[in-house]
């Protein structure tokens, strides 16, 4: 039986003491670091998309794969298990193992030299990226209260914005110098010299701490974790429009640097530096949006965690049409901003929902329920769809067919919004049964 190593024995108001207001900060700052490694692993592919793809002579579809499906495939899959350990198990055991995990993988991936063998390195890097972020998203539950968790949330998913600009900028450098094949290697190294750090840094701290009685009940059988979840409508609601939204925001973020090189002109330097910047300050953008509505207006009225970032998908509509239509790289840098914030900042309030909403004994299970659909849907199809679309259409547009491959996420932006009003009816619905009953 796998042994549960969280803190037992010391008094809650002990554990409170040495675990106070500046460390818990420390260990958000630090899993968001973890973080930023996990997600520059994951977007480095499409960074070097196109020196890959010469090379290797690559179709968009295979691009597409290599980018989405291939890795979120395994990643939602071993998502689940992983999280059934982390609910019993040392969470920050788990990580610093996964972080070893795919830093080797994508190490492996710089030398590969074929579809096949990047794919399965690939595979690799998405087995080990899943023991990631359930198990912190059960350690920052465990570090803030109910009302803070969307500023731990958004410190945490900062690491999104910081892995896109050091890897933009820093696998466009290293590319432009030294191939690609470096890039991948170095970032996997990276990795693996920061593992052992996570053991140092984080103290695995007492499961339940916030919940009532200041402790988890003890993890139940795996399908109670399934039961709660999918008998939750406004959870199960909000799980899928999560994932339609990813279906948006990976399709744009992941096919964009080939869009301004291929479409716009731009080279992998200017890649490295200007789109760098703007992806990131976009995404610091979004998580300070996202924790904003989760700790100011989700805590007060929950159906403001889906409705407000529904909202903000019908309104960058336009200005997604404006991005692919631009005469020129800058100002499709300039019209890409707002739909990548409004795209983005559904996570943080999705994760604070999920979390507030769900037992201590769960909630890594609950996390990875949500990644899955998240990822499987988002990740794993998005970037394929507009990749096939691209090859279907390029016979007779060229390398415009990505312009009309990248507008086809429109439909599936207005989906989103409508599952994100679903959502939100079905939070009202439960709130009121729980105030009546």
């Not at 450098?173 to 996997?188: D, E, K, N, P, T």
């Not at 499987?376 to 679309?389: D, F, R, S, Y």
Request: with cysteine.
């Amino acid at each position: 039986m796998i042994r549960d190593d969280s803190v037992s024995g010391a008094s809650l108001q002990a554990s409170q003491h040495r675990d106070g207001e500046r460390y818990r900060y420390v260990v958000a700052v630090v899993l968001a670091l973890v973080y930023m490694l996990n997600f520059l692993d994951r977007q480095i592919l499409s960074i070097l998309a196109e020196p890959i793809k010469l090379e290797l002579g690559l179709s968009d579809t295979q691009l597409g794969l290599l980018t989405g499906l291939t890795f979120a495939l395994f990643y939602t899959l071993f998502g689940i298990p992983v999280a059934l350990i982390a609910d019993r198990w040392n969470r920050v055991r788990v990580i610093a193992a996964a972080c070893s995990l795919w830093s080797l993988f994508t190490a492996a991936s710089g030398f590969a030299g074929s579809f096949l063998s990047l794919a399965l390195a690939r595979v690799g890097v998405g087995i080990g990226e899943a023991g990631c972020s359930p198990p912190a998203y059960s350690i920052l539950s465990d570090y803030f209260p109910p009302e803070r968790r969307g500023r731990a949330l958004g410190i945490y998913v900062l690491g999104v914005p910081a892995g896109s600009l050091i890897g933009t900028v820093a696998a466009a450098w290293i590319a432009a110098h030294y191939g690609w094949r470096a890039a991948f290697i170095s970032v996997g190294l990276l990795g693996l010299l920061a593992a052992p750090l996570i053991l140092l840094l984080i103290r695995e701290p007492q499961r339940g701490r916030y919940d009532a009685g200041g402790r988890a009940q003890p993890p139940g059988a795996a399908l109670d974790a399934f039961r709660f979840f999918f008998r939750s409508p406004a959870l199960v609601l909000n799980a899928i429009a999560s994932g339609l939204t990813a279906f948006v925001s990976y399709g744009i973020i992941n096919w964009t640097p080939a869009f301004l090189t291929r479409v716009q002109g731009m080279t992998l330097p200017q890649i490295g530096t200007y789109y760098g910047l703007v992806l990131a300050g976009s995404m610091v953008v979004a998580s300070w949006l996202g924790a904003v509505f989760s700790d100011r207006l989700g805590a007060r009225n929950a159906v403001y965690y889906p409705l407000l970032p529904g909202l903000g998908l019908v309104f960058m509509i336009p200005l997604l049409i404006g991005f692919t239509l631009a005469s020129s790289w800058q100002m499709s840098l300039l019209l890409m901003i707002i739909p990548v914030v409004l795209t983005s900042t559904y996570l943080v309030p999705a994760l604070a929902l999920l979390q507030n909403r769900t037992p201590a004994r769960y909630r890594a299970t609950a996390s990875s329920l949500l990644l899955f659909l998240i990822n499987l849907t988002g990740l794993g199809c998005g970037p394929l769809l507009v990749g096939a679309i691209s090859d279907w259409l390029a016979p007779v547009y060229g390398d415009r067919s990505l312009v009309y491959a990248l507008q086809c996420l429109i439909p599936f932006a207005l989906l989103a919004f409508a599952f994100q009003c679903a959502s939100a009816w079905a939070i009202r619905k439960e709130s009121r049964a729980v105030s009546t009953g």
